[in-house]
């Protein structure tokens, strides 16, 4: 039988939404106030899903401090009070908004994870809006 096991975590970042190849006046025209040269913060609410067999003899699907290493190690000492579109890479090029943001962090977790569980992220931006990623 196949369950779901969680881990909620929480960070700080901040971050501009911006487009390089466009105008400062369409960047501000299309992301308003996060288009702040000077950016925005933004407290995060992430949960990352895994989805996986119920071992018969251990009963897990997966250690749930092996999980929480793995987003404490892989996720927060990545995300947690950095500035996104400076300090990581992964936003040289892409604009980090909460549906980029899940697909990074869903990236970096998939490659850790054993390729026979499945991994869903749920990511609040704030209390109102979330995203979950990939959406199937
Ligand atoms: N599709 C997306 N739309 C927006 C994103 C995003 O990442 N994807 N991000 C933002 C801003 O970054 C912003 O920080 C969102 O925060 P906020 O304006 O506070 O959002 P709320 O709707 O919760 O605020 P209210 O107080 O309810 O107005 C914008 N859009
Ligand atoms: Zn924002």
């Not at 975590?9 to 960047?27: C, V």
């Not at 909460?98 to 990511?123: G, Q, S, T, Y």
Request: glycine fraction near 2%; charge should be negative.
């Amino acid at each position: 039988m196949r369950a779901i096991i969680a881990r909620k975590e929480h960070f700080n970042a901040a971050y501009r939404l911006h487009n390089p190849d466009w105008s400062e006046e369409k960047n501000q025209d299309i992301f308003g106030p996060y288009n702040n040269p000077n950016y925005h913060g933004c407290n995060f609410d992430l949960e990352v899903q895994v989805i996986g067999e119920i071992n018969p003899i251990t009963g897990y699907v997966m250690r749930t401090e092996d999980l929480a290493v793995l987003v404490k190690t892989q996720v927060l000492n990545k995300f947690d009070h950095k500035n996104l579109n400076l300090d990581l890479e992964e936003f040289e090029r892409l604009n980090p908004t909460i549906e980029n943001i899940a697909m990074v962090i869903w990236r970096i977790l998939r490659e850790k994870l054993d390729p026979k569980l499945d991994l869903k992220i749920r990511l609040y931006e704030t209390e109102r809006n979330f995203v979950e990623f990939p959406a199937s």
